[in-house]
């Protein structure tokens, strides 16, 4: 990992994704606590969840086809000048007047968005400039820092929510946008798939995102296996629904625990970033991947079965844990077997089948909730946990092979 660091375009795209993933943290967890602690039910929330996550669904798939058609560089630039100008923009607001619920639904859009393009395209750009013998490593300290920027988004934010209000906030993260855009100006980055886009230029984007579909459908156990790894992603992201709502009504508890539930669960990620890849050598892919979503459902029933404040934060940790770690052997397997000119449309593919799967949970979790509370949510989640063990347990075998066969 010394050698990663000593590269100095490992440095800068490390730096600006620890600032601009701190910002997009705050910006969430403000706005989400805010929502809810303002209007005192879920509907809000969950309303906005689900529009948020019906847009991303409806602009997905052209989302995807940039990544593979633009340089990822140019891409990353403008999603972190976006996000200063759309926050400091509404920091004026806030200084000048009351925040309504149009203007907190915009913040949450913009920053989804920010986040919907970043991953992919900042996987994009690592599977294009790095070698893949790196892969492993880059995808921990990405993951680590990543994680370290959440732990700060957690104690910081609830810190200032409850001192000096949510304009300070948005000022804070305009700021770290606009340093995440410094130090990504500085990377030094040729794009190298001109010869694949020329070859693509007479297919509408429709047809290019289509070539994703194709390449998922004739690889063996590769739908299967996608649809699976999103699970864990899809449940983290229904608990910034349903993690609010289960402190505020279940545990009757304040902002603090909220945020401190965030921060332990970054901290758990932040471990696992240091050692998933230590023990995926001990275990292997694939005993290494049903385990960790066995962690992920005991840490949500730790919640709902004993639902104390310090449990609840203590769990979160495991769930943290878990996720990553799911999520960085997915990643390395993602960058093994999908070609360099496909991975944004295929990552696209995916994260569209979770947003799906996201859409059908938050539709169902804000109509439900306020009346049955935030537990029922945790039970389902639990539910779909143990499916993707099945899931994964069918699948994963035949794409650790090719995975060992494309590396010999």
Same mark, same amino acid.
């Given at each position: 990992?010394?050698?990663?660091?000593?590269?100095?375009?490992?440095?800068?795209?490390?730096?600006?994704?620890?600032?601009?993933?701190?910002?997009?943290?705050?910006?969430?967890?403000?706005?989400?606590?805010?929502m809810v602690q303002t209007t005192g039910t879920a509907t809000l929330l969950g309303s906005t969840m689900f529009c948020s996550g019906l847009l991303m669904f409806l602009i997905g798939p052209y989302l995807g086809t940039l990544i593979d058609r633009y340089s990822r560089k140019k891409i990353l630039l403008a999603e972190?000048?976006?996000g200063f100008l759309v926050?400091?923009?509404?920091?004026?607001?806030?200084?000048? *007047?009351?925040?309504?619920?149009?203007? $907190?639904?915009? @913040?949450? &859009?913009v920053t989804t968005l920010i986040y919907q393009v970043h991953y992919p395209a900042q996987t994009a750009l690592v599977q294009e400039q790095f070698e893949p013998k790196s892969y492993h490593a880059i995808n921990s300290l990405l993951e680590i820092e990543s994680q370290t920027?959440?732990?700060?988004? *957690?104690?910081?934010?609830?810190?200032? $929510?409850?001192? @000096?209000? &949510?304009?300070?906030?948005?000022?804070f993260n305009a700021l770290t946008y606009l340093f995440a855009f410094l130090m990504v100006c500085r990377?030094?980055?040729?794009?190298?798939?001109?010869?694949?886009i020329s070859r693509n230029n007479h297919n509408s984007w429709v047809g290019q995102f289509m070539q994703s579909w194709h390449f998922v459908r004739e690889k063996q156990g590769f739908f299967l296996f996608g649809i699976a790894v999103m699970i864990p992603f899809v449940a983290v992201m229904v608990t910034n629904f349903l993690g609010p709502v289960f402190v505020v009504q279940t545990l009757k508890e304040d902002v603090l625990i909220y945020s401190f539930g965030e921060v332990t669960y970054s901290i758990g990620a932040i471990i696992a970033g240091v050692y998933t890849y230590h023990v995926m050598k001990r275990l292997g892919e694939y005993a290494s991947m049903i385990v960790n979503f066995l962690i992920f459902a005991l840490g949500f029933a730790g919640m709902i079965i004993f639902q104390i404040g310090w449990v609840y934060v203590a769990m979160y940790m495991i769930v943290g844990w878990a996720n990553a770690?799911?999520?960085?052997?997915?990643q390395s397997l993602y960058m093994k077997l999908i070609p360099?000119?496909?991975?944004?449309?295929?990552?696209?593919?995916?994260?569209?089948?979770?947003?799906?799967?996201?859409?059908?949970?938050?539709?169902?979790?804000?109509?439900?909730?306020d009346t049955t509370g935030a537990v029922l949510g945790h039970i389902i989640l639990i539910g779909l946990l143990l499916l993707g063990v099945l899931g994964i347990m069918r699948s994963l075998r035949p794409l650790l092979q090719e995975s060992v066969e494309r590396s010999t």
């Open positions: 990992m010394g050698e990663l660091f000593a590269n100095r375009n490992f440095r800068r795209l490390f730096l600006g994704n620890l600032f601009s993933g701190f910002g997009q943290g705050m910006t969430m967890i403000g706005i989400a606590w805010y972190n000048i976006v926050l400091f923009l509404l920091t004026i607001w806030g200084y000048f *007047g009351e925040y309504t619920n149009l203007s $907190l639904i915009v @913040i949450y &859009l920027s959440s732990v700060l988004a *957690g104690g910081v934010a609830g810190f200032l $929510l409850g001192l @000096i209000g &949510l304009q300070y906030v948005l000022f990377i030094s980055y040729s794009f190298t798939l001109e010869k694949n770690s799911t999520r960085l052997i997915r360099k000119e496909l991975m944004g449309r295929v990552m696209s593919f995916f994260t569209l089948v979770g947003l799906f799967m996201r859409l059908i949970l938050i539709g169902l979790f804000t109509v439900i909730t």
